[in-house]
């Protein structure tokens, strides 16, 4: 059989996501599995949809929403940012803002019963606007359209810790205030609450040398976390369309890759397989968070 029929056919069956020349990409945050111990969340971690008119996106998407319903049966989704293809650029116009976000809101209909926290990436904010002051402009927007208190903030769930942080700032970075703001609410969590933080960008791990794309801030954050290493578990990212895990001082360093792959085109290593870009397949993760704060991620490509 060949390799696309493959996929194709084995599609997202439970217990045999990926097989043979498909290896899954998993990671634990602790040296042993979790064994017999149930997950307290289970949750989908979604990024770089880059979702568009074009390559039938917003079909093919739709269709991975419903696996990961069908196949995982997430408690909720964190979404990692550049959820529309792109309204960064100069010769973005306002009609295709409207057009992009119109076609996020189509797709994402289907999670009505969900949960959805989102990030903002970098290609999600409009920046030639009329105006700084008009509505649609820069990050304010973009937290409007994806329905978050702000560019960054916190919740809870099942005494696990969320943070979602805003890095895009000068030289991809946190700015001041937010940085701030993370210490303190990193000293207000309990110690035996873990801690989970999602970023566009990735902080540390091996897509940065590979693509760039990075935290210019990483020592500091990586010092912060070990300041706080008995609740920071894990940190997710996107941004490169790379998967990578990486442990560092015990914290669990995650670029799950990207929805979209090679931009839902046929992609750069085709002989891989379709929609790869560099070894890495068009996919998403799931997470299983434990009382105990173990974590593990398993990034799954999905049929393309």
Same mark, same amino acid.
């Given at each position: 059989m060949k390799r696309r029929s493959l996929i194709k056919a084995i599609g997202l069956a439970a217990g045999a996501v990926v097989t043979g020349s498909l290896p899954a990409l998993a990671a634990t945050s602790d040296e042993q599995s979790a064994g017999e111990k149930k997950p307290v969340l289970r949750v989908a971690h979604i990024t770089d949809v880059h979702i568009k008119a074009s390559e039938n996106a917003p079909e093919?998407?739709?269709? $991975?929403?419903?696996?990961i319903i069908g196949h995982h049966k997430p408690d909720?989704? !964190?979404?990692?940012?550049? *959820?529309?293809n792109d309204v960064s650029y100069d010769n973005v116009t306002y009609d295709q803002? &409207? =057009?992009? #976000?119109? &076609? #996020?809101? %189509? $797709?994402? /209909?289907? !999670? %009505? /019963?969900? =949960? &959805?926290? *989102? $990030?903002?990436?970098?290609?999600?904010s409009w920046w030639k606007a009329p105006s700084n002051e008009h509505e649609m402009y820069g990050k304010a927007y973009a937290a409007k359209r994806l329905k978050i208190p702000a560019r960054y903030y916190h919740f809870t769930?099942?005494?696990w810790h969320f943070i979602v942080l805003d890095g895009n700032n000068d030289k991809i970075s946190l700015d001041p205030e937010q940085y701030a703001w993370l210490e303190t609410?990193? =000293?207000?969590? @309990? +110690? *035996? +609450? @873990?801690?989970? !933080?999602? *970023?566009?960008f990735p902080i540390l791990g091996t897509t940065q040398a590979l693509v760039g794309g990075g935290h210019s801030d990483c020592k500091k954050l990586k010092d912060l976390f070990y300041k706080h290493k008995d609740k920071v578990r894990v940190c997710l990212s996107g941004h490169n369309h790379l998967s990578d895990n990486t442990k560092y001082n015990g914290v669990l360093y995650c670029c799950n890759g990207a929805m979209s792959g090679f931009w839902w085109g046929k992609g750069d290593k085709e002989s891989a397989g379709p929609g790869y870009y560099?070894?890495? @397949? @068009?996919?998403? +993760?799931m997470l299983k968070l434990y009382e105990d704060g173990t974590v593990e991620n398993e990034y799954f490509p999905h049929a393309y």
């Amino acid at each position: 059989m060949k390799r696309r029929s493959l996929i194709k056919a084995i599609g997202l069956a439970a217990g045999a996501v990926v097989t043979g020349s498909l290896p899954a990409l998993a990671a634990t945050s602790d040296e042993q599995s979790a064994g017999e111990k149930k997950p307290v969340l289970r949750v989908a971690h979604i990024t770089d949809v880059h979702i568009k008119a074009s390559e039938n996106a917003p079909e093919r998407f739709k269709n $991975c929403l419903k696996q990961i319903i069908g196949h995982h049966k997430p408690d909720f989704f !964190l979404n990692g940012g550049d *959820s529309v293809n792109d309204v960064s650029y100069d010769n973005v116009t306002y009609d295709q803002v &409207i =057009e992009q #976000w119109g &076609i #996020w809101d %189509d $797709c994402i /209909k289907q !999670l %009505d /019963k969900y =949960e &959805i926290h *989102s $990030c903002i990436g970098n290609h999600d904010s409009w920046w030639k606007a009329p105006s700084n002051e008009h509505e649609m402009y820069g990050k304010a927007y973009a937290a409007k359209r994806l329905k978050i208190p702000a560019r960054y903030y916190h919740f809870t769930r099942k005494n696990w810790h969320f943070i979602v942080l805003d890095g895009n700032n000068d030289k991809i970075s946190l700015d001041p205030e937010q940085y701030a703001w993370l210490e303190t609410t990193l =000293e207000k969590i @309990p +110690a *035996s +609450a @873990p801690v989970l !933080l999602m *970023s566009h960008f990735p902080i540390l791990g091996t897509t940065q040398a590979l693509v760039g794309g990075g935290h210019s801030d990483c020592k500091k954050l990586k010092d912060l976390f070990y300041k706080h290493k008995d609740k920071v578990r894990v940190c997710l990212s996107g941004h490169n369309h790379l998967s990578d895990n990486t442990k560092y001082n015990g914290v669990l360093y995650c670029c799950n890759g990207a929805m979209s792959g090679f931009w839902w085109g046929k992609g750069d290593k085709e002989s891989a397989g379709p929609g790869y870009y560099l070894e890495t @397949p @068009p996919g998403y +993760a799931m997470l299983k968070l434990y009382e105990d704060g173990t974590v593990e991620n398993e990034y799954f490509p999905h049929a393309y």
